[in-house]
């Protein structure tokens, strides 16, 4: 359970620092589009499945680099000015 909640940690570490979520999604997407356009002797039906998770995980990494980090709670009475 530990190594878990150690690898959901270092996730979020990358996630929080934009190149380093850029740089990660950036090589995620360039090796998924080697496995879906490149025909690989050793591909099954298991490495169709990782390509589209490791392209989903690139792609969202790459979202989370370019839109940064959101506040968690927005005060609806800043928004008219404070006052």
């Not at 490495?47 to 989903?56: F, I, Q, R, S």
């Amino acid at each position: 359970m530990s190594g878990l909640r150690r690898a959901r940690g270092l996730l979020l570490r990358v996630v929080f620092a934009r190149r380093a979520a850029a740089a990660l999604g950036g090589i995620l997407i360039a090796v998924f589009m080697a496995l879906r356009f490149l025909d690989f002797a050793w591909e099954s039906w298991l490495t169709d499945g990782v390509a589209l998770v490791l392209g989903a995980l690139g792609a969202a990494l790459l979202l989370a680099a370019a839109t940064g980090r959101r506040p968690d709670w927005i005060d609806p009475d800043a928004e008219d000015g404070g006052g």
